[in-house]
Nanobody
Framework: QVYLVESGGGLVQAGGSLRLSCAAS????????MAWFRQAPGKEREFAAA????????DYADTVKGRFTISTDNSGNTMYLQMNTLKPDDTGVYYC???????????????????WGQGTQVTVDS
């Protein structure tokens, strides 16, 4: 089992910044992807950003590209999402996810992630 715990959410004014953290523990995999998804009220959960294990490639949704940066610490056990120039449309619950990579892995498909955190609320006030 993998345990994921998010932190760092909160209320911020439009144009401001927040940094989310996701601490991972439990079972380990040789190759995996960690990602951030978000869900606004009344909408489906959507992909925001992802990073491969070992400091590998990253990917971003077009809506956050250039404003958000995903990263991990040296151990790979903690993932971050630096969010700058926040907009009201960024409001939602942000979820940390982890997926084991055994072949082709569609980063933006939430169904391929087997482990999820409980989420952290981000509210951007206009």
């Amino acid at each position: 089992q993998v345990y994921l715990v998010e932190s760092g959410g909160g209320l911020v004014q439009a144009g401001g910044s927040l940094r989310l953290s996701c601490a991972a523990s439990g079972r380990t995999f040789s190759t995996y992807v960690m990602a951030w998804f978000r869900q606004a009220p009344g909408k489906e959960r959507e992909f925001a950003a992802a990073v491969y294990s070992g400091g590998g490639p990253t990917d971003y949704a077009d809506t956050v590209k250039g404003r958000f940066t995903i990263s991990t610490d040296n151990s790979g056990n903690t993932m971050y999402l630096q969010m700058n120039t926040l907009k009201p449309d960024d409001t939602g619950v942000y979820y940390c996810a982890l997926g084991q990579v055994t072949g082709w892995f569609p980063l933006k498909d939430k169904d391929h992630y087997g482990y999820w955190g409980q989420g952290t609320q981000v509210t951007v006030d206009s």
